[in-house]
């Protein structure tokens, strides 16, 4: 299943009702025992997170892009539509997200009774993909027997990620607590670059390394926001979180390629679900 943006509200929004049904219900039942009563007075307490996520990317384009004509030395390969006898344009860039996870670990600091600090080190691993529809016109007037042809170009990331949030827990119902967060997200991109050149044949037969894909830049800073529960078990805290993650910078590091030219800005967007035991 591949999560767009809007099914990613959807799934906030799913999570807002949760948090409004769901204790609601709780409130009804008799009260139990409750398990690691002085639990939520410590004043610090660690624990590692184990998580799915799904990135994906904001495009803005440069306006009228599908009009603007580009040069064979703008699509640096040497597969059957690399003439240097047509004219390309871009019709379409739709980025697609894929799956990946993420592992971290969860410094928390009480900061009240229902307000708590975290800092959440991780290591996210994940890639997105960009779907590109070119069109293809010969220089001399004749005709393309395949005009339309597309491409997949594929962006792979090991994210070093330092979220920073802020916790607001509900009050306890029995042994469960429901909770929103909000913060940043500061992060570097191991492998943003890596994988953009490949080795090619040039015109006189020498290899030559070119950039044949996207370039992002490498730290970019996000702003999250999520919500989810916490379990109360007899040894230790289980909870369950989603949150989205919404970059704030331009990330695009434009090489001049079709592959770039034709976009504007580049922001990051990613959802998560994780798994805390703390």
Known sequence: MKLTISSF???LFAIGIMLVVI???LMAQS???KNLMLYDNQPYHFGFILGYNQMSY??????????????ASEYPNTDSY??????Y???SITPVPEHGFVVGVVGNLRLGKYFDLRLIPSLSFGS???EYQFYREFNDGTADDTPYFGKKKSIFST??????QVKYRSKRLNNIAAYVIAGGNFKIDLASQKKSRVDIYDAQGELISVTDNIRVKRTDLAAEVGAGFDFYNGHFKFGIEAKMSFGLFNILDSQNLIYDSSIKSIQNRTFQISLTFE
Request: positive net charge; aromatic residues 12%; without cysteine.
């Open 58 to 71: 904001a495009i803005k384009f440069n306006e009228g892009y599908q009009l603007i004509p580009h040069s």
């Open 23 to 25: 204790p609601q219900s």
């Open 31 to 33: 009260e139990k025992p």
């Open 159 to 164: 994210f070093v990620e330092f979220p920073l």
């Open 82 to 87: 690399a003439s240097p006898d047509a004219t």
């Open 9 to 11: 509200k959807k799934v």
């Open 128 to 130: 997105r993909t960009l």
């Open 89 to 91: 344009y871009v019709r």
